[in-house]
């Protein structure tokens, strides 16, 4: 079965600075999407970035940016300029293309200082 | 378009009362899926759809039905509430191509007392 590991429950970041949140997965599958989703205060889920496994080239959505490494399944997400409103928990997930089922980690809470 | 709406947003159950949980699309999507959402947790799914009339067991079904009857609403039935089935529950849905992005609902916070 496919697992998806957050190891850091919390993050801080000053305002302006970069971050990084981990994110690793197992799955013996060939061809699956990875997800970041951010979940403020509002609970309002909000899909941050999508990565496609057999694209080689790291997906970047203006200030986020990830890290995908497959053979490492490692799948990391970079924030830049943090802003207040970044602050949130992120969630990783994982959806193979055999199932149609969103596979979630457990979420890192960030957290944004002026 | 409204997209994903969820009502009520907010509930309290006595234990052994029973509920439903509205989710409706207006995206003509036909894949819609059931999330439960614990505590410092990830979301689980607990049933999908992949459209009118077809549904399915996600990774934790047990004390939940579902229906499908229209390609807008999936409603979730919770039969006997338990203190276990306190959580917030999302509903989602997905257009047809595998690509598409699950877009999700507000959730309904849900207390089984």
């Known amino acids: 079965a496919q697992t998806v590991t957050q190891s850091q429950p919390e993050m801080s970041v000053q305002e302006a600075e970069t971050v990084t949140l981990s994110c690793t997965y197992d799955?013996?599958?060939?061809?699956?999407?990875l997800f970041w989703y951010k979940q403020p205060p509002s609970r309002q889920m909000i899909l941050v970035i999508r990565?496609?496994?057999?694209?080689?080239q790291n997906a970047t959505e203006n200030r986020f940016s990830v890290n995908f490494q497959k053979a490492a399944k490692s799948f990391s997400l970079k924030i830049s300029d943090s802003q207040l409103g970044d602050a949130a928990m992120y969630f990783c997930a994982y959806r193979g293309l055999a199932t149609d089922k969103l596979i979630f980690g457990t979420g890192t809470r960030l957290q944004v200082f002026p | 378009n409204a997209g994903v709406t969820q009502t009520p947003k907010f509930r309290i159950l006595k234990i052994g009362q029973s509920m439903t949980l509205q989710c409706t699309q207006d995206?003509?999507?036909?894949?819609m899926y059931w999330y439960r959402q614990d505590p410092g947790m990830g979301l689980k799914l607990i049933y999908y759809s992949v459209g009118a009339g077809i549904t399915d067991k996600g990774e934790v079904p047990n004390g939940y039905n579902v229906s499908r009857s229209t390609t807008e609403d999936f409603p979730l039935r919770l039969e006997l509430a338990a203190p276990s089935q306190t959580s917030v529950y999302f509903c989602?849905?997905?257009?047809?191509?595998?690509?598409?992005?699950?877009?999700f609902g507000p959730g309904t916070r849900l207390t089984v007392l």
């Open positions: 990565q496609e496994a057999y694209k080689q």
């Open positions: 995206m003509n999507h036909n894949y």
């Open positions: 799955t013996s599958e060939s061809d699956y999407y």
């Open positions: 989602a849905s997905r257009g047809h191509l595998f690509n598409n992005e699950q877009f």
